[in-house]
């Protein structure tokens, strides 16, 4: 029976946490290490380790640890004594060492010894099977439950440490933090409030009574049932946690939004029987939450329509684009005479005013959000900036089959002070428009006064699609137009209206749209007049003095006598500027870099000086600088690819008299040159352009055409070489010399390329715009060689 029970015990397996307990088993003697081990593997023990060299045990010891070991105590290289000494001074102090002795000797001063030194037991050679597994279960029990109250004590310790922690923040919270301190002893009905709580609600801590009724009695009634409802779940254990914020009314009557963060105390039960919390006053947090909410919703809708915008942006660039690159193919490509050279430039010179068209808007805006846009007040005759007006849109007003009338509301002035070039874009703005909209019917602009107001007003009435309440709020928005259809059917950037309302306001006046949707729309421009005396205002309409009106852009260029100093680098640019210079009957000389300006600009005379702005040795700004250090006073224009408002500011800060941009708007640069040189003495006008000059820029794309293959390999060298400076310098020379020359698409990829090196050195997107400008050039010089006939 005892046997049996023996036997029981035995057999019965250790925890599951036991069997995978970590057992070194050490003894010189080979066999013994091998039955060992073997015993406690069927006894159900999986990670057994056996050893008969001490040294490598202990060191096994040090880096692995055991929860057990079986020590033999006689070995001939390190004793049991010595390998115990060595374990004990590789355990921590909150580790136990479980080790069982497993020795032939028997000598009882042996045995006291080990224990002396840290054994925890002993089992003499031969062992009973079964005493010896019942001592190693035993040692292991007491080992994990040493382990187990070592860990208690540990989180027992860091406990207490952070409720010392915990108060002592809690009083330094309590003195020093600017959030109010209250603490409820729902049992006795007892509340605390700091004299930081009531002050947050505008009293002294005398003037308000430390009771709960304080605090309900003031929270908004639109609020305060909620706030039971959430403190009732959260003393029920429904809420985890109490986090809420509540309007309560401030001593002064108005409301203040109160942030309340709440513990709970509990008892053995789970009842809560404390609360203990924090208000805050985050009354301007809130509000600027209001307000940055709005200001996120503003922006989402202001980045939607300006996502919008560039897609049409992109619409409306490619189209005229499509046209110039195409009719200028045709011309080039044309031997035989079929393409009507006339209409071919025509269509090339009007998409080209469409595209310059845009991109003035664009700047347009940029100049009137950075509060840069100069208005130029001079005296104006009504009569004839209407005329003007009225030949100009009524050309688009016969293409579409629509009557295009004018109507005079008397009394009127015959003279107005404001700028006339703000007030022509303003209106053709609004007819075009209206035109746009309009598909059969009317449109009509009238014209009247409110002499006391000094305001002068143009009425647009049309009869086309209208407008919805809805679409009227956004109509005056930049980059949007009424709706995404509005843009797909009639196109546009949405850009128009927003910059002439802009305009009207810099004019003095304002601009207001009524419409009805399938009716019409009626948009109504004021201006401020400037003086006006009752002799000058005109009640017969046929007594308005008026001029004949001639379009700038078709009038011939006047003859000018004089002198111009051109500074710019590239052969190229060079070339084209000085054969627009000549056509003016000028004479130009060219030089190469800043340096060289500055030297023939005091060594000469000149009349005016066209100065590039990048240029090797020493670029425009520097040289202008120098120049105006001298007080070398005559013009100075600038020529420069860069176009915003703050490269103008730059240039002009520098001593620059004007500025030009690139690809140069010849029309611009024979204005510039009228403006600066006196006009010749036989006469008004030249031809636009001479054969010699038409040869001369034949030969010069044919040279820019055939120097393609070197100059993308330049382009190339300087990526291989992260030459990143050398990469910008050939793309901005690209941007400006292509789209000089007639090749648009690779100015383009000239001011890509240009753009990705001066803003992120991208080597793979530059590698990818260079591919793009390789097949570029290889379809331009295949073009125009199948265009000869060459192979």
């Not at 001011?751 to 990705?756: K, L, M």
Request: with cysteine; charged share 25%.
């Amino acid at each position: 029976m005892q046997a049996a029970q023996q036997n029981e015990v035995t057999n019965r397996p250790p925890p599951h946490s036991m069997l995978d307990s970590r057992i070194l088993v050490l003894d010189d003697d080979r066999a013994s290490v091998k039955l060992l081990t073997k015993l406690l593997h069927r006894a159900g023990y999986r990670n057994v380790h056996g050893f008969s060299d001490p040294h490598a045990a202990v060191a096994d010891y040090g880096e692995h640890g055991a929860d057990l070991v079986l020590l033999d105590m006689s070995m001939p290289e390190m004793d049991g004594m010595q390998v115990l000494a060595a374990l004990k001074a590789a355990t921590t102090q909150e580790d136990y060492l479980a080790l069982l002795v497993v020795t032939g000797l028997t000598d009882r001063e042996v045995r006291l010894r080990a224990l002396q030194a840290g054994a925890r037991d002993f089992v003499v050679k031969p062992y009973d099977r079964d005493e010896l597994l019942h001592r190693i279960h035993n040692l292991l029990e007491t080992h994990l439950l040493h382990q187990h109250l070592t860990h208690r004590l540990m989180i027992d310790r860091e406990t207490e440490a952070r409720l010392r922690d915990s108060e002592e923040r809690f009083k330094l919270a309590t003195k020093a933090a600017d959030e109010g301190v209250w603490d409820w002893n729902i049992r006795t009905g007892k509340v605390f409030m700091s004299s930081r709580w009531k002050a947050l609600l505008g009293y002294r801590e005398d003037e308000l009574p430390d009771t709960l009724d304080a605090w309900t009695s003031r929270v908004h009634p639109e609020d305060l049932s909620q706030a039971m409802a959430d403190l009732e779940a959260y003393m029920d254990g429904k809420l985890s946690s109490y986090d809420k914020t509540v309007r309560v009314r401030h001593r002064d009557g108005h409301y203040r939004w109160i942030k309340n963060r709440w513990m709970a105390v509990r008892d053995e039960s789970g009842m809560a029987a404390r609360i203990v919390g924090t208000a805050d006053d985050i009354t301007e947090d809130v509000e600027l939450r209001d307000e940055l909410e709005q200001a996120r919703e503003r922006a989402e809708t202001a980045n939607r329509a300006k996502s919008e915008f560039l897609a049409n942006m992109s619409h409306e660039i490619r189209t005229p684009l499509t046209a110039i690159i195409g009719f200028a193919e045709l011309g080039l490509l044309d031997e035989r005479g079929e393409v009507d050279q006339g209409e071919a430039l025509q269509a090339v010179v009007d998409n080209g005013r469409h595209l310059r068209a845009l991109i003035d808007d664009i700047l347009d805006l940029s100049k009137i959000e950075a509060d840069r846009l100069e208005i130029e007040t001079v005296p104006v005759a009504l009569m004839d900036l209407v005329s003007a007006c009225h030949s100009g849109i009524r050309g688009q007003a016969d293409a579409k089959g629509l009557e295009f009338a004018m109507h005079f509301m008397p009394p009127l002035p015959s003279v107005v002070q404001t700028d006339p070039t703000r007030l022509k874009q303003i209106l053709y703005n609004l007819c075009n428009n209206a035109i746009k909209f309009t598909d059969e019917g009317s449109v009509r602009m009238i014209v009247s006064c409110d002499p006391p107001q000094h305001k002068l007003m143009f009425t647009v009435r049309d009869e086309g699609i209208g407008m919805s309440p809805e679409q009227i709020e956004r109509v005056f928005e930049p980059f949007v137009q009424a709706d995404s259809s509005t843009t797909r059917r009639f196109g546009g950037t949405g850009l128009g209206l927003s910059i002439s309302r802009r305009l009207a306001r810099r004019l003095g006046g304002d601009i207001e749209v009524s419409s009805e949707l399938g009716v019409g729309s009626v948009f109504s421009v004021t201006i401020d007049t400037g003086p006006l005396r009752s002799e000058d205002m005109v009640d017969n309409v046929e007594a308005l003095p008026t001029a004949p009106c001639e379009s700038a852009d078709h009038a011939a260029l006047p003859l000018v006598d004089g002198t111009i100093l051109l500074a710019e680098d590239n052969p190229y640019n060079q070339k084209l500027i000085g054969l627009n210079v000549r056509k003016m009957g000028a004479q130009v000389t060219v030089v190469e870099n800043g340096e060289e300006a500055v030297e023939a600009a005091l060594g000469g005379s000149f009349d005016l000086i066209l100065m590039d702005l990048q240029m090797p040795v020493m670029g425009g700004i520097e040289a202008v600088e120098l120049l105006r250090q001298t007080m070398y006073e005559g013009p100075i224009v600038a020529l420069t690819a860069h176009s915003m408002i703050g490269d103008r500011d730059k240039v002009l800060k520098a001593g620059c008299t004007d500025f030009l941009t690139k690809p140069v708007d010849w029309h611009a640069l024979h204005k510039v040159i009228a403006r600066y040189l006196r006009e010749a003495e036989n006469g008004t006008a030249v031809e636009h352009a001479a054969d010699d000059d038409d040869q001369e820029l034949r030969a010069l794309i044919d040279r820019f055409v055939n120097e393609l293959p070197e100059q993308i390999q330049r382009f190339k060298s300087a990526a291989l070489s992260v030459d990143w400076d050398q990469v910008r310098s050939l793309g901005h020379q690209m941007k400006g010399v292509a789209g000089g020359l007639g090749f648009p698409a690779l100015s383009a990829l000239g001011a890509d390329i240009e753009r990705t090196a001066a803003e992120d050195a991208d080597a793979e997107a530059i590698a990818a715009l260079l591919n793009e400008l390789e097949s570029q050039g290889a379809q331009i010089m295949s073009e125009r060689a199948a265009a000869k006939g060459e192979s």
